[in-house]
């Protein structure tokens, strides 16, 4: 499948602004995701963003979208440590030989320290 | 992890058994996905299933199976033909543009 690249790992201090970022390559995907892991756990969808946006803001989540360069980042704000997990960007197939799977990008782990 | 139920949490496999990790959901989602991750890397599609009896290769199928005979439920078995089968399964149904993951199944070789 086409690649989703994300950095692999980022560090911030307890109340600063994360920054997470991906870049994707199918120009045509419709949704483009963010999703939360936790240790041992599933992946819990924190947001989405629809194709003809360029940005979405959800109390202390800010999903920027720059369709011409194919980026997408996710801003957390007031960092805490419970936001300590691995981060994953996905994109939805424009094509869909695939019952409309996400592909997902190789996940970044944020570590907020006190 | 919602309505999608996955078990058991850890499995073990002995060398050339069979295993079968179970994914139940009461969602009354049609479509549903199995995927495999490894740590450090994104995740990736073994099978998914868009309807009762119907179901789909993704894109690494080699060494599992599965079945879709109720709408509940998508059984995924791990072959003795997966020679690298230590892995993380998540199993995930999608209504809409969104999709929905369960809690996963550990899965090791002893």
């Known amino acids: 499948g086409e690649d989703v690249e994300q950095s692999l790992f980022l560090s911030v201090r307890e109340g600063d602004s994360s920054v997470i970022n991906c870049t994707y390559t199918?120009?045509?995907?419709?949704?483009l995701y963010w999703y939360k892991q936790e240790p041992g756990a599933g992946l819990q969808l924190l947001t989405y963003i629809f194709s003809n946006m360029d940005m979405k803001q959800d109390q202390r989540l800010t999903v920027l979208l720059n369709k011409k360069d194919k980026h997408l980042s996710l801003r957390i704000a007031d960092t805490q440590t419970g936001d300590s997990a691995i981060y994953f960007c996905?994109?939805?197939?424009?094509?869909?030989?695939?019952?409309?799977?996400?592909?997902f990008g190789k996940g970044t782990s944020l570590l907020v320290t006190p | 992890d919602g309505g999608i139920t996955q078990s058991p949490k850890y499995l073990f496999r002995k060398e050339g058994q069979n295993v079968t990790l179970s994914c139940e959901q009461n969602?009354?989602?049609?479509?549903m996905y199995w995927y495999r991750q490894d740590p450090g890397q994104g995740l990736r599609l073994i099978y998914y299933s868009q309807i009762v009896n119907d179901f789909q290769k993704g894109d690494i199928a080699e060494g599992y199976s599965v079945s879709r005979e109720k709408k509940e439920s998508f059984p995924l078995t791990v072959t003795s033909a997966q020679k690298n089968p230590t892995a993380f399964y998540l199993c995930?149904?999608?209504?809409?543009?969104?999709?929905?993951f369960g809690s996963g199944t550990q899965l090791s070789v002893l």
């Open positions: 969602l009354n989602h049609d479509a």
């Open positions: 996905a994109e939805s197939p424009s094509i869909s030989n695939s019952g409309y799977a996400l592909n």
């Open positions: 995930a149904t999608r209504q809409g543009e969104e999709l929905f």
């Open positions: 199918d120009s045509s995907s419709t949704y």
